[in-house]
């Protein structure tokens, strides 16, 4: 995609990965109510998705998305280029160095 100077989603790979999600469960000692449930956290094993995007502001990046409650997000940027892009659009003459 650098190559052809294209930008947008490129990959989707799906990983088994731990993450904190809710359990309802019954409370220990009855209740008035009957339908009443305790709601915790607890780690539990499930699906994520990584999805990598090649951006024309941002550069490339990766996003992590859970599949399961309360769905959390994990974002990965690389300011490296980010700065190379604002660079180049300023008209700012670099070196980049490649170690």
Same mark, same amino acid.
């Given at each position: 995609? +650098?190559?052809? &100077?294209?930008?947008? =989603?490129? !990959?989707?790979? %799906? @990983?088994? +990965?731990?993450?904190?999600? *809710?359990? @309802?469960?019954? %409370? #220990? ?16 094993? *499930? =699906? ?7 951006? %024309? /502001?941002?550069?490339?990046? @990766?996003?992590? /998305?859970?599949?399961? !409650? %309360? *769905?959390?997000?994990?974002?990965? !940027? &690389?300011?490296? @280029?980010?700065? +190379?892009?604002? !660079?180049?659009?300023?008209? /700012?003459?670099?070196? #980049?160095?490649? /170690?």
């Amino acid at each position: 995609m +650098e190559r052809q &100077n294209r930008h947008g =989603l490129y !990959l989707i790979i %799906p @990983s088994m +990965e731990m993450g904190a999600s *809710f359990q @309802s469960r019954m %409370p #220990k000692y009855p209740t008035d109510d009957p339908d009443y449930r305790i709601i915790g956290r607890r780690p539990m094993r *499930f =699906l994520h998705y990584y999805f990598y995007i090649r951006d %024309p /502001v941002l550069g490339p990046m @990766s996003m992590c /998305v859970a599949t399961y !409650l %309360p *769905f959390p997000t994990t974002y990965y !940027l &690389n300011g490296h @280029s980010f700065m +190379e892009i604002e !660079l180049r659009r300023q008209g /700012v003459d670099f070196r #980049k160095d490649h /170690v």
